[in-house]
């Protein structure tokens, strides 16, 4: 698992009008936050795990290489950049994850003797349910 500290100073806020809760309040106030990361320019990111979540992202990434991510979730600024940055640690998490390589295995002497016993008495059951031919 790799693990991936952003530095603030890659990162560059942006704020709009919101569209979440807060009634006329998000009619007059900036609270929505917009976080613009570029994954090309980033000082703590290597070249090879670059491309790796170029990859990986490449439905997120803007042509120049921009992760955007919004939030309006909160009525409050400072927390909707909270939240910003912690979906990116999130989303980049997420894409450096590498899934554990599956062992094939096979089932042991008993639960296939166990299988067969149960395939048994569930044909059993269902013939008995059948007609009695003569």
């Known amino acids: 698992m790799i693990h991936l500290q ?6 560059e806020f942006t704020y709009a009008r919101s569209r ?3 009634g006329q309040n998000v009619n007059r106030t900036n609270s929505a936050a ?9 000082q703590v990111v290597s070249a090879e795990l670059k491309e790796k979540l170029a990859m990986k992202l490449h439905g997120k990434l803007t042509e120049e290489g921009d992760l955007i991510i919004r939030s309006d979730v909160h009525r409050d600024q400072d927390q909707n950049r909270s939240e910003c940055i912690k979906r990116l640690h999130e ?16 089932p042991t002497k008993s639960s296939q003797r166990k299988r067969l016993e149960t395939k048994k008495i569930h044909s059993e059951t269902k ?3 059948q007609k009695v031919r003569t």
């Open 20 to 22: 979440g809760p807060g």
């Open 34 to 42: 917009i976080l613009r990361w570029n994954l090309w320019n980033s």
């Open 6 to 11: 952003i530095p603030f100073s890659e990162m």
């Open 127 to 129: 013939s008995l349910r």
């Open 91 to 106: 989303t980049l998490r997420k894409a450096l994850f590498v899934p554990k390589k599956r062992i094939a295995t096979k």
